[in-house]
Each structure stands twice: as structure tokens, then as C-alpha cells.
């Protein structure tokens, strides 16, 4: 299944889903993706300062892979509704 994201509180809420799927705390998530589990905790609520390498290495430590293509009609408050 793929899922679509396009602002940092969406992304948050993909990888807290994506983390708590796979029975993992915040501090096992950070341990195995080389952050603290303070950093862990402001990706999931969405904060806007997260860096890129840091979000990549999130993914990477929850096996996904962030995809790349053309944006679609719907406005990203209508994907509000399936988080």
C-alpha cells in the first residue's frame, strides 16, 4: 500500500503508524535509526525543522522508501481526512 503525504504532520503520522504497526517504542525506533528518541518524537508530531538526511534515516530504520512524483488535484486538507 502506498501512502501519500505532503506536509510534515502527515509524515509524522506515517511513521508513528508505521512504528507503533511494528511494536516499536520511540527510543528502539531512535536506537535504530542513530537518533534520540526526543527527535523521533518531534518528526512524528510534525515538526517543520526535521531535516531530510534525519527523515531518510527514519525511513530506512522502518524499511520504507520516500517516492517522488507528480502532485495530484486533491488539496492536502482533503488528505487530512484519511489520517
Known amino acids: 500500500m502506498m501512502d501519500l503525504a505532503r506536509t510534515p504532520s502527515q509524515i509524522g ?4 503508524r508505521t512504528r507503533k504497526k511494528r511494536g516499536l517504542s520511540q527510543s ?3 536506537e535504530r535509526s542513530g537518533l534520540r528518541q526526543e527527535t523521533i ?5 510534525g515538526h517543520s525543522a526535521a531535516r531530510l538526511d534525519t527523515i531518510l534515516a527514519v525511513l530506512a530504520a522502518l524499511e520504507l ?4 512524483g507528480p502532485r495530484t488535484r486533491g488539496a492536502a486538507e482533503d488528505l ?3 489520517f
Open 13 to 16: 503520522n506515517l511513521i508513528r
Open 28 to 30: 528502539q525506533l531512535g
Open 41 to 45: 518524537s518531534l518528526i512524528e508530531t
Open 65 to 68: 522508501e520516500m517516492r517522488i
Open 80 to 82: 487530512e481526512a484519511i
